[in-house]
């Protein structure tokens, strides 16, 4: 299976799209929005990077010996753009601090995954 899915929103295809992470351990699945409108169309968009970054921070997480042993770790996300790092993390159990300059997607999709 891929990291994420990609699909395209019906109202507006040509700003916006949805993207699914499955998280391998939890069996759960972190939803964000993506807007290609915000920031010149890569502020609004998940970047590789930090699905591939997710992947490490699960297989970290999945190597703690217990919850709490992640727990004490601070993750800062700077730049954050849609945010699913910071979500990911967080679901995992990091302490997670997340930072943009355009917050409205972030704080829409931390809200969707509450």
């Known amino acids: 299976m891929d990291i994420a899915e990609r699909y395209i929103d019906e109202t507006n295809r040509q700003q916006r799209a949805k993207l699914r992470y499955h ?3 939890k069996g759960s699945v972190v939803h964000v929005d993506e807007d290609t409108a915000l920031v010149d169309g890569i502020g609004g ?20 010996d217990n919850a709490d042993d992640v ?3 601070h993750v ?4 954050c753009g849609t ?16 930072t943009d300059r355009v917050v409205d997607l972030a704080a829409s999709n931390l809200q969707q995954n509450e």
């Open 83 to 98: 945010g699913i790092l910071g979500i990911v993390t967080h679901q995992l159990g990091f302490r997670t601090t997340i």
């Open 45 to 64: 968009t998940t970047w590789e990077g930090a699905l591939v970054l997710a992947r490490v921070m699960e297989t970290i997480a999945a190597s703690a």
């Open 76 to 79: 800062l996300e700077v730049g």
């Open 71 to 73: 727990s004490h770790c």
């Open 23 to 25: 998280l391998r351990d």
